[in-house]
């Protein structure tokens, strides 16, 4: 069962990140975004862009692997929690609308998963 949760919660992360992709994709091109609330310089949203893109594809190649390797789903796991104290952080200083902070909650339910998947995994394997 936590094999079937954990590869469910990847490919929802796939499409969670290509949404994120898309928010930063008019940013890199110089334009804004429909999807945030806020405007950063081109380089810096197309790094983002790449970013969230690489990962996206982790997840998917995560999703498929017969057995999920814990070690990638815990970097996975802690590059989800990293985004959400981040943004929650940004928040907390007013440095970010509030709406950003809950934008980010899927990423905090994806941490909790894949960290919660690795150890269950590993725990089976051992």
Excluded at 87 to 103: K, N
């Amino acid at each position: 069962m936590p094999d079937r949760i954990v590869r469910t919660a990847l490919w929802a992360s796939v499409v969670l990140n290509a949404l994120g992709v898309m928010a930063f994709l008019p940013l890199a091109l110089g334009r804004p975004s429909p999807l945030l609330p806020l405007s950063v310089p081109p380089y810096f949203a197309a790094q983002l862009g790449f970013t969230i893109a690489l990962f996206g594809v982790v997840y998917a190649w995560l999703a498929r692997q017969r057995p999920i390797p814990c070690p990638l789903l815990v970097v996975g796991g802690v590059g989800k929690l990293g985004f959400f104290v981040l943004t929650l952080v940004y928040v907390l200083t007013g440095e970010l609308d509030t709406r950003m902070a809950f934008s980010a909650l899927p990423d905090l339910v994806f941490a909790a998963l894949f960290l919660w998947g690795a150890h269950v995994l590993a725990r089976k394997r051992s």
